[in-house]
């Protein structure tokens, strides 16, 4: 059983920053994929970074490339979501996901890899 819990949401004018965090807790070791998800309002949940233990990592938006980083710190069993230069369209809920990199492969940003998921965290960048 792993759980796991963001933080760090908020609001944000446009053009500021914000950092997530993912604390993973349980059986943690088994989950060696780390990945951020979000979801804006009507709109279907997408994938936006993923992280690998050896620490590789996925961007799947081309809109955050450059914007968005992730890390983790394996030492601290946490994940993070850098995010510079906000814009209006980042709100959503932001969700992090974990599973064992052998389900996911080359698939990172598919959910159904992904046996965990925390609770999400709200983003709202507005003036």
């Known amino acids: 059983q792993v759980q796991l819990t963001e933080s760090g949401g908020g609001s944000v004018p446009p053009g500021g920053s914000l950092r997530l965090s993912c604390a993973a807790s349980g059986d943690i070791a088994t989950r060696d994929v780390m990945t951020w998800f979000r979801q804006a309002q009507g709109k279907e949940r997408e994938g936006v970074a993923s992280?690998?233990?050896?620490?590789?990592?996925?961007y799947n938006l081309d809109s955050v490339k450059g914007r968005f980083k992730i890390s983790r710190d394996n030492a601290k069993k946490t994940a993070y979501l850098q995010m510079n230069n906000v814009r209006p369209s980042d709100s959503a809920i932001y969700y992090c996901?974990?599973?064992?990199?052998?389900?996911?492969?080359?698939?990172?940003?598919?959910?159904?890899?992904?046996?965990?998921w925390g609770q999400g965290t709200q983003v709202t960048v507005s003036f």
């Open positions: 996901a974990a599973a064992p990199s052998r389900w996911v492969s080359t698939q990172p940003f598919q959910e159904s890899k992904y046996p965990d």
């Open positions: 992280i690998f233990v050896d620490g590789s990592t996925y």
